[in-house]
């Protein structure tokens, strides 16, 4: 859970997230940390190890990416429960939004029989990772950095240039490549 993620929505998500499995006698296994870093140090140990049956992370759009970049290559299913600003992911996954119970209990539902997506495999000077939804560099990253740390307008109208999303922005899949 990114408890910073949508202006701090995701604290409140994930404390409801974390009741309905309680209340549904899920058992939980907290992988929350001081960085993304070691968030994702920690599911990527958890997936690969078999400590987890499925992953399931409350935010926004990174920390979808860090789900990702856990459960690539594995046969560990993602469950997405949105509480960012944006909520790309999810709005492409046609997700629940805005209702932390609902999306809890529809990845629940999907466990048995999750939808396959397509990734993008990358590098950077950071390392190789994967990529679902959106890819941005250059110019469209700069202005998505800036939109980000806009206090007005909040969520998707932060960026005050439609055009530019239409016009710049890509998205990749298997059957584009």
């Given at each position: 859970?990114?408890?910073?993620?949508?202006?701090?929505?995701?604290?409140a998500?994930?404390?409801?997230?974390?009741?309905?499995?309680?209340d549904?006698?899920?058992?939980?296994?907290?992988?929350?940390?001081?960085?993304?870093?070691?968030?994702?140090?920690?599911?990527?140990?958890?997936?690969?190890?078999?400590?987890?049956?499925?992953?399931?992370?409350?935010?926004?759009?990174?920390?979808?990416?860090l789900?990702?970049?856990a459960?690539?290559?594995?046969?560990?299913?993602?469950?997405?429960?949105?509480?960012?600003?944006?909520n790309?992911?999810?709005?492409?996954?046609?997700?629940?939004?805005?209702?932390?119970?609902?999306?809890?209990?529809n990845?629940?539902?999907?466990?048995?029989?999750?939808?396959?997506?397509?990734?993008?495999?990358?590098?950077?000077?950071?390392?190789?990772?994967?990529?679902?939804?959106?890819?941005?560099?250059?110019?469209?990253?700069?202005?998505?950095?800036?939109a980000?740390?806009?206090?007005?307008?909040?969520?998707?109208?932060?960026?005050?240039?439609?055009?530019?999303?239409?016009?710049s922005?890509?998205?990749?899949?298997?059957?584009?490549?």
């Amino acid at each position: 859970m990114n408890p910073t993620s949508g202006k701090g929505k995701g604290a409140a998500a994930g404390a409801l997230v974390l009741q309905v499995l309680k209340d549904l006698g899920h058992e939980t296994l907290d992988l929350s940390a001081n960085s993304a870093a070691d968030a994702l140090a920690a599911a990527r140990k958890a997936v690969t190890s078999g400590a987890v049956r499925a992953l399931l992370v409350v935010g926004g759009d990174g920390v979808v990416h860090l789900g990702v970049n856990a459960c690539a290559g594995t046969n560990v299913p993602l469950g997405i429960v949105a509480a960012g600003t944006g909520n790309d992911a999810a709005l492409t996954l046609g997700l629940p939004l805005n209702d932390p119970a609902q999306a809890t209990r529809n990845a629940l539902d999907n466990l048995t029989n999750p939808r396959t997506v397509d990734l993008l495999a990358g590098k950077s000077e950071r390392g190789e990772f994967h990529a679902f939804n959106t890819v941005s560099a250059g110019f469209d990253a700069l202005v998505n950095r800036r939109a980000n740390r806009m206090t007005w307008p909040k969520g998707p109208r932060a960026t005050p240039w439609p055009w530019f999303w239409n016009s710049s922005s890509f998205r990749v899949s298997s059957t584009e490549l």
